[in-house]
């Protein structure tokens, strides 16, 4: 059974930064994908970043751009978010997604098979 087990999250003052980390585990084979979506409150969850494990490509929506890097760790199969210059916008909660089918893509929320329990981040100005 495969399960994401996510750390960091929690507070920080606008500006400041925040690193999160998510371990996958129970899958021998190589993921296809992994990324990070979130989701405040009232509003749909997003993707905010995602990375091609096998051909390394990565995502940012256009808000997070120049502020967040996903990065594959050197543990396999972990993936980490560095959130820098945060803002108040950027609280939410955020999810870890992950999927190991070669059509994967971490993309959308409602096609990527396996999710963390999700983290709080709270950003305040």
């Known amino acids: 059974q495969i399960q994401l087990v996510e750390t960091g999250g929690g507070s920080a003052q606008a500006g400041g930064s925040l690193r999160l980390s998510c371990a996958a585990s129970?899958?021998?084979?190589?993921?296809?994908?992994m990324g990070w979506f979130r989701q405040a409150p009232g509003k749909e969850r997003e993707g905010v970043a995602r990375i091609d494990l096998r051909g390394g490509d990565v995502y940012y929506v256009d808000s997070v751009k120049g502020r967040f890097t996903i990065a594959q760790d050197n543990a396999k199969n972990t993936v980490s978010l560095q959130m820098n210059s945060l803002k108040p916008e950027d609280t939410a909660m955020y999810y870890c997604?992950?999927?190991?089918?070669?059509?994967?893509?971490?993309?959308?929320?409602?096609?990527?098979?396996?999710w963390g329990q999700g983290m709080q981040v709270t950003v305040s100005s």
């Open positions: 129970g899958w021998d084979g190589r993921y296809k994908c």
């Open positions: 997604a992950a999927d190991v089918r070669s059509t994967g893509d971490c993309a959308e929320s409602r096609r990527t098979p396996y």
